[in-house]
C-alpha cells in the first residue's frame, strides 16, 4: 500500500524531472530545427507549428520549438525575442507566423488529394 508520503514524493519528483517522453519530444524539436535551419522547409515548419501549438508539450519545449522555427524559415532578427531570459511564451509567440505554416501544409494537403 502507498502510503500519502510515498505519494507526495512521487508527485513532487515527477514535477521536479522532465518525463521521458518529453526529453524525447525536446530532442527530436532540436533535431528538426538544427537540420531543416534556414531551409524553409514547409514540412520541418509545419511540424515545428504543431509542437508549438499543443498545449500538452511543456512550455520549454515549445518556447524550443518557436524559436527553431524562426530558425527554419529565415525569420529576420526583429522577430527574434531580444531578451530569451524574460522570454514568455503566451505574450512573445507570433501566433500569425505559426498560422501561415500551418495553413501552407493544409493547403499542400489539399493540392495531393
Known amino acids: ?3 500519502q508520503i510515498q ?4 508527485k513532487e519528483t515527477l514535477q521536479v524531472r522532465p518525463r ?3 526529453e524525447a519530444v525536446l530532442h527530436a524539436v532540436q533535431c528538426v530545427g538544427n537540420f531543416y535551419c534556414r531551409t524553409n522547409d514547409r514540412m520541418a515548419a509545419y511540424l515545428l507549428s504543431e ?3 499543443d498545449s500538452l508539450i511543456p512550455e520549454h519545449i515549445r518556447s524550443t520549438a518557436y524559436i527553431l522555427l524562426l530558425e527554419v524559415v529565415s525569420c529576420p532578427l526583429e522577430l527574434f525575442p ?3 531570459s524574460i522570454f ?3 505574450r512573445d509567440v507570433r ?5 501561415q505554416y500551418r495553413a ?3 493547403e499542400q494537403r489539399l493540392e495531393l488529394t
Open 104 to 106: 501552407d501544409e493544409a
Open 51 to 53: 509542437v508549438i501549438r
Open 95 to 99: 501566433w500569425d507566423i505559426i498560422d
Open 7 to 10: 505519494l507526495q514524493l512521487v
Open 20 to 22: 521521458p517522453a518529453d
Open 88 to 90: 514568455d511564451f503566451h
Open 1 to 3: 500500500m502507498i502510503t
Open 82 to 84: 531580444k531578451d530569451f
